[in-house]
Protein backbone atom coordinates (compact mmCIF):
# COMPACT_ATOMS: atom_id res chain seq x y z
CA UNK A 1 0.00 0.00 0.00
CA UNK A 2 1.32 3.42 -0.83
CA UNK A 3 1.69 6.59 1.47
CA UNK A 4 -1.36 8.14 -1.07
CA UNK A 5 -3.60 4.48 -0.61
CA UNK A 6 -3.13 4.78 3.01
CA UNK A 7 -3.65 8.34 2.69
CA UNK A 8 -7.04 7.88 0.85
CA UNK A 9 -7.96 4.65 3.49
CA UNK A 10 -7.72 6.73 6.25
CA UNK A 11 -9.95 9.49 5.03
CA UNK A 12 -12.61 7.21 3.62
CA UNK A 13 -12.61 6.02 7.57
CA UNK A 14 -13.24 9.48 8.71
CA UNK A 15 -16.12 10.13 6.51
CA UNK A 16 -17.90 7.17 7.18
CA UNK A 17 -17.78 7.55 10.95
CA UNK A 18 -18.79 10.63 10.95
CA UNK A 19 -21.89 9.49 8.67
CA UNK A 20 -22.50 6.81 10.95
CA UNK A 21 -22.20 9.06 14.23
CA UNK A 22 -25.00 11.45 12.13
CA UNK A 23 -27.30 8.48 11.80
CA UNK A 24 -26.80 7.23 15.74
CA UNK A 25 -27.75 10.53 16.67
CA UNK A 26 -30.87 10.52 14.31
CA UNK A 27 -31.57 7.20 16.21
CA UNK A 28 -30.31 8.04 20.01
CA UNK A 29 -31.69 11.57 19.58
CA UNK A 30 -32.75 11.90 23.08
CA UNK A 31 -30.16 9.77 24.68
CA UNK A 32 -27.12 10.61 23.36
CA UNK A 33 -24.81 9.29 26.90
CA UNK A 34 -25.84 5.94 24.95
CA UNK A 35 -23.51 6.58 22.09
CA UNK A 36 -19.81 6.52 22.98
CA UNK A 37 -17.31 7.59 19.87
CA UNK A 38 -14.12 6.02 20.84
CA UNK A 39 -11.59 6.71 17.41
CA UNK A 40 -9.50 9.42 16.67
CA UNK A 41 -11.51 9.95 13.55
CA UNK A 42 -13.93 12.11 15.97
CA UNK A 43 -10.92 14.68 16.80
CA UNK A 44 -12.05 16.82 13.94
CA UNK A 45 -15.35 17.10 15.10
CA UNK A 46 -14.68 17.64 19.07
CA UNK A 47 -11.19 19.10 18.84
CA UNK A 48 -11.15 19.30 22.92
CA UNK A 49 -12.08 15.42 23.33
CA UNK A 50 -8.81 13.52 24.15
CA UNK A 51 -11.12 9.98 24.86
CA UNK A 52 -10.34 8.09 21.89
CA UNK A 53 -7.80 5.14 21.33
CA UNK A 54 -7.34 3.64 17.96
CA UNK A 55 -6.45 -0.02 19.11
CA UNK A 56 -9.50 -1.16 20.92
CA UNK A 57 -10.59 -3.33 17.85
CA UNK A 58 -14.28 -1.47 17.42
CA UNK A 59 -15.05 2.44 16.93
CA UNK A 60 -18.42 2.94 18.56
CA UNK A 61 -20.28 1.57 21.43
CA UNK A 62 -23.69 1.91 22.30
CA UNK A 63 -24.25 0.92 25.95
CA UNK A 64 -28.43 -0.17 24.89
CA UNK A 65 -29.05 -0.94 21.56
CA UNK A 66 -32.79 -0.95 23.10
CA UNK A 67 -34.58 0.09 19.68
CA UNK A 68 -32.84 -3.03 18.26
CA UNK A 69 -31.82 -1.80 15.33
CA UNK A 70 -28.02 -3.01 15.24
CA UNK A 71 -28.51 -6.21 17.50
CA UNK A 72 -31.48 -7.84 19.86
CA UNK A 73 -31.11 -5.33 22.67
CA UNK A 74 -27.76 -5.82 23.73
CA UNK A 75 -24.50 -3.49 24.13
CA UNK A 76 -22.65 -3.13 20.92
CA UNK A 77 -19.66 -2.73 19.96
CA UNK A 78 -19.42 -1.39 16.44
CA UNK A 79 -16.75 -1.36 13.93
CA UNK A 80 -17.17 1.16 11.11
CA UNK A 81 -15.90 0.01 7.43
CA UNK A 82 -15.77 2.43 4.10
CA UNK A 83 -15.92 2.00 0.68
CA UNK A 84 -15.11 4.65 -2.14
CA UNK A 85 -18.11 3.35 -4.43
CA UNK A 86 -20.12 0.02 -4.44
CA UNK A 87 -19.68 -2.37 -1.70
CA UNK A 88 -17.97 -5.27 -2.91
CA UNK A 89 -18.44 -7.57 -0.31
CA UNK A 90 -15.63 -7.67 1.23
CA UNK A 91 -13.00 -5.43 3.53
CA UNK A 92 -10.12 -6.03 5.70
CA UNK A 93 -10.10 -6.97 9.60
CA UNK A 94 -7.41 -6.57 11.79
CA UNK A 95 -6.65 -8.42 14.38
CA UNK A 96 -7.69 -6.40 17.25
CA UNK A 97 -11.01 -6.34 15.74
CA UNK A 98 -10.96 -10.15 15.46
CA UNK A 99 -9.94 -10.53 19.07
CA UNK A 100 -12.36 -7.85 20.24
CA UNK A 101 -15.08 -10.21 18.42
CA UNK A 102 -13.91 -13.26 19.70
CA UNK A 103 -13.43 -12.18 23.51
CA UNK A 104 -17.47 -11.10 23.68
CA UNK A 105 -18.50 -14.66 22.08
CA UNK A 106 -18.85 -16.26 25.38
CA UNK A 107 -21.17 -12.77 26.82
CA UNK A 108 -24.77 -13.35 25.27
CA UNK A 109 -25.57 -9.82 26.51
CA UNK A 110 -22.90 -8.08 23.99
CA UNK A 111 -22.16 -8.17 20.67
CA UNK A 112 -19.90 -7.23 17.60
CA UNK A 113 -21.30 -4.97 14.37
CA UNK A 114 -19.68 -4.26 11.69
CA UNK A 115 -21.14 -1.72 9.67
CA UNK A 116 -20.62 -0.97 6.03
CA UNK A 117 -20.47 2.79 4.28
CA UNK A 118 -20.57 2.71 1.04
CA UNK A 119 -19.93 5.50 -1.79
CA UNK A 120 -18.17 7.70 1.04
CA UNK A 121 -16.52 10.19 -1.76
CA UNK A 122 -19.75 11.17 -3.25
CA UNK A 123 -22.50 12.25 -1.09
CA UNK A 124 -25.07 12.47 -2.83
CA UNK A 125 -24.97 8.24 -2.74
CA UNK A 126 -23.05 7.80 1.02
CA UNK A 127 -25.04 5.48 2.33
CA UNK A 128 -25.08 2.44 4.93
CA UNK A 129 -25.07 -0.71 3.08
CA UNK A 130 -24.93 -3.49 5.61
CA UNK A 131 -25.16 -3.96 9.02
CA UNK A 132 -23.29 -7.34 10.37
CA UNK A 133 -23.56 -8.95 13.65
CA UNK A 134 -21.13 -10.67 13.72
CA UNK A 135 -21.72 -12.31 17.21
CA UNK A 136 -25.06 -13.80 16.23
CA UNK A 137 -23.18 -15.48 13.26
CA UNK A 138 -19.65 -16.19 13.43
CA UNK A 139 -20.22 -17.84 9.91
CA UNK A 140 -21.28 -15.06 8.14
CA UNK A 141 -17.76 -13.48 7.69
CA UNK A 142 -15.17 -15.52 6.00
CA UNK A 143 -11.30 -14.38 6.82
CA UNK A 144 -8.37 -15.24 4.53
CA UNK A 145 -4.59 -14.55 4.84
CA UNK A 146 -2.86 -13.06 7.87
CA UNK A 147 -5.15 -9.84 7.23
CA UNK A 148 -8.36 -11.21 7.40
CA UNK A 149 -10.15 -10.63 4.36
CA UNK A 150 -13.44 -10.37 4.97
CA UNK A 151 -15.94 -11.62 2.44
CA UNK A 152 -19.85 -11.37 3.03
CA UNK A 153 -21.31 -14.74 1.32
CA UNK A 154 -25.07 -14.88 3.49
CA UNK A 155 -27.21 -12.97 2.40
CA UNK A 156 -30.40 -13.41 4.22
CA UNK A 157 -29.91 -14.07 7.76
CA UNK A 158 -30.98 -12.55 10.74
CA UNK A 159 -27.78 -11.57 11.67
CA UNK A 160 -27.39 -9.27 8.87
CA UNK A 161 -29.90 -6.65 7.11
CA UNK A 162 -29.60 -4.30 4.90
CA UNK A 163 -30.47 -0.25 5.19
CA UNK A 164 -33.83 -1.08 3.84
CA UNK A 165 -34.64 -3.36 6.54
CA UNK A 166 -35.11 -2.47 10.82
CA UNK A 167 -35.80 -4.77 13.07
CA UNK A 168 -36.72 -2.09 15.80
CA UNK A 169 -40.90 -2.36 17.02
CA UNK A 170 -41.64 0.87 15.10
CA UNK A 171 -41.14 -0.67 11.69
CA UNK A 172 -40.42 1.60 8.98
CA UNK A 173 -39.49 4.68 11.28
CA UNK A 174 -36.25 3.26 11.85
CA UNK A 175 -35.67 3.40 8.19
CA UNK A 176 -35.79 7.42 7.56
CA UNK A 177 -32.84 6.87 10.14
CA UNK A 178 -30.48 4.08 8.71
CA UNK A 179 -30.50 6.27 4.78
CA UNK A 180 -31.23 9.41 5.29
CA UNK A 181 -30.55 11.62 2.47
CA UNK A 182 -27.82 14.63 2.34
CA UNK A 183 -29.57 18.42 2.20
CA UNK A 184 -26.83 20.39 -0.01
CA UNK A 185 -26.53 23.58 2.51
CA UNK A 186 -26.54 21.83 6.05
CA UNK A 187 -24.35 18.99 4.36
CA UNK A 188 -22.24 21.66 3.05
CA UNK A 189 -22.10 24.14 6.37
CA UNK A 190 -21.27 20.43 8.26
CA UNK A 191 -18.28 19.97 5.95
CA UNK A 192 -16.86 22.90 6.14
CA UNK A 193 -16.47 22.99 10.02
CA UNK A 194 -15.29 19.58 9.69
CA UNK A 195 -12.38 19.89 6.57
CA UNK A 196 -10.92 22.86 8.30
CA UNK A 197 -11.04 20.72 11.87
CA UNK A 198 -13.27 23.82 13.48
CA UNK A 199 -15.41 21.10 14.98
CA UNK A 200 -18.25 21.28 17.89
CA UNK A 201 -16.72 23.30 20.59
CA UNK A 202 -19.95 22.07 23.06
CA UNK A 203 -18.74 18.47 23.59
CA UNK A 204 -19.18 15.72 26.30
CA UNK A 205 -15.95 14.02 26.91
CA UNK A 206 -16.51 10.85 27.91
CA UNK A 207 -19.74 10.26 25.13
CA UNK A 208 -18.38 12.39 22.52
CA UNK A 209 -22.00 14.46 22.08
CA UNK A 210 -23.17 17.37 20.60
CA UNK A 211 -25.62 19.66 20.75
CA UNK A 212 -28.41 20.14 18.09
CA UNK A 213 -29.65 17.64 15.47
CA UNK A 214 -28.15 15.75 12.70
CA UNK A 215 -27.43 18.06 9.57
CA UNK A 216 -29.20 14.95 7.74
CA UNK A 217 -32.72 15.14 6.52
CA UNK A 218 -35.14 12.42 7.53
CA UNK A 219 -35.93 10.62 3.96
CA UNK A 220 -35.68 7.43 3.43
CA UNK A 221 -35.09 5.83 0.08
CA UNK A 222 -34.05 2.08 -0.49
CA UNK A 223 -31.54 0.92 -2.94
CA UNK A 224 -31.65 -2.86 -4.03
Request: hydrophobic share 30%; proline share 1%.
Amino acid sequence: MTVEEYRKRVLNGQEAEYFFYLILQNIYSDYETNINWLSSAKKKIFPNDTNYHDSLGYDFVIENDFKKIFSDGHKCFIEVKSCGNDWDGTFLLSENQKLKKESLDKNKNESYVIVVVEHVNDHSKINLARIINWSKCSEILTLKNETFLATFGIDDVSSTMKASESSGDDGDGFKEVLRPQLTNRNWNEKRSNYDSGQGSQSTNSRRGSFNGKSTYSKKFSTRH
